[in-house]
């Protein structure tokens, strides 16, 4: 596999993605924290605007599409290319993943009271936690261990298509994935399934994956001509359809078809505009708004554990308590930014460069026995 460049903008709209997704669970700790104050707030007050961030996961699903055909797009077809995806994939998820799921299970242990949700800890729902495979917990609790790994659930299971799709040439996975993903979703609409795994599989979000992939498709294949003006109107397009529901929509939180049509559709849209318009995809970021992209994932992960840590000090902590709302939010914000880089940097990159440089070893071996 030839080393791509990592593309700067593409990494900012991760930061972007993932501070989104902290606005919104920040303004939630406020919430509950000071149910009282939260009226003060402008997050508050501005509609739904706390629900922009979990519009961030849709954006998370268009890139990691995206990011899968911009790295492996000379990869299908060829020998062990597969599976070598794959590993390599597992190695850049699950050991964080399993690291802060085990924490939350042991901090289920010592304060549960730092968790929304009562949840039970059957087996079967701990172990299909660790293993990605949705299931309600036995009070009825459809969130894995670590509450945002129903993200990863989706993650995991494009993995495998896509890992499925390399097997053949570059040409099959495009219509490939639209019909299977296509006809997944029509048996979902007309038989409404209630089991956690049948509902990932029939998911509109799917649909997200696709549209990354036709952007990372169209981008390799040399399709970025996009006008500046174009660009910019769509990006303007976008962030207002998605500000539009959040104002005004029936109900902040969507799923199904209305998600995809208001949030998936503009986080694409958002994507191709940075990548397809030759102004914008060399486009220069902040060293530190970098930064916080390549640490998203450790970001993202790491927040639900130091939000409830932030409430709790900011409910003992008397002229914390008396913030303004939203400087609690800011606040939150920069500090969980600040705690998932240092876990990036101290924890996740050291645990990702010891794994990949202990299975190089063993790609190159089986490489050789492919070989003969």
Not at 303 to 318: E, N, S, W, Y
Not at 351 to 358: E, G, S
Request: aromatic share 16%.
């Amino acid at each position: 596999m030839a080393a791509v460049t990592k593309l700067e903008n593409i990494q900012a709209l991760r930061a972007i993605a993932a501070l989104g997704v902290v606005l919104s669970h920040a303004h939630s700790r406020v919430e509950r924290t000071y149910p009282s104050l939260i009226s003060e707030s402008f997050v508050d007050r501005f509609g739904g605007l706390s629900w922009i961030g979990h519009a961030g996961v849709d954006l998370f699903f268009v890139i990691s599409g995206f990011i899968m055909i911009y790295v492996h797009f000379d990869d299908f077809a060829t020998r062990n290319a597969p599976f070598q995806f794959f590993v390599k994939r597992l190695i850049r998820i699950v050991p964080i993943y399993w690291l802060l799921s085990a924490t939350a299970l042991a901090l289920l242990f010592i304060e549960p009271s730092l968790f929304y949700h009562a949840r039970s800890l059957d087996v079967e729902w701990i172990v299909s936690s660790f293993l990605f495979f949705p299931i309600r917990s036995e009070t009825g609790v459809t969130t894995p261990l670590l509450g945002l790994g129903w993200t990863l659930n989706y993650e995991m299971y494009f993995y495998l298509i896509f890992a499925f799709c390399l097997f053949f040439r570059r040409s099959f996975l495009l219509p490939f994935m639209l019909i299977f993903f296509g006809t997944s979703i029509l048996i979902g609409v007309l038989i409404s399934p209630y089991k956690l795994f049948v509902i990932l599989m029939t998911n509109w979000l799917l649909l997200e994956f696709f549209l990354g992939c036709l952007i990372g498709y169209a981008f390799r294949s040399g399709y970025n001509k996009l006008p500046l003006p174009l660009a910019v109107v769509l990006i303007v397009s976008a962030v207002a359809t998605i500000l539009a529901w959040v104002t005004f929509g029936p109900n902040h939180e969507i799923r199904g078809l209305p998600r995809f049509l208001w949030w998936g559709l503009p986080a694409a849209s958002i994507v191709a505009a940075l990548v397809l318009c030759p102004r914008l995809v060399d486009l220069k970021v902040p060293k530190w708004l970098l930064e916080l992209g390549n640490a998203s994932y450790s970001i993202y992960l790491t927040h639900i554990f130091t939000l409830p840590a932030l409430a709790l000090i900011q409910k003992r902590v008397d002229h914390i308590a008396l913030l303004h709302p939203d400087a609690a939010i800011a606040v939150m914000i920069v500090v969980s930014a600040i705690a998932g880089y240092v876990f990036y940097r101290v924890v996740e990159k050291p645990i990702t460069r010891l794994l990949t440089k202990r299975y190089r070893p063993m790609a190159s071996a089986r490489q050789k026995s492919a070989t003969g």
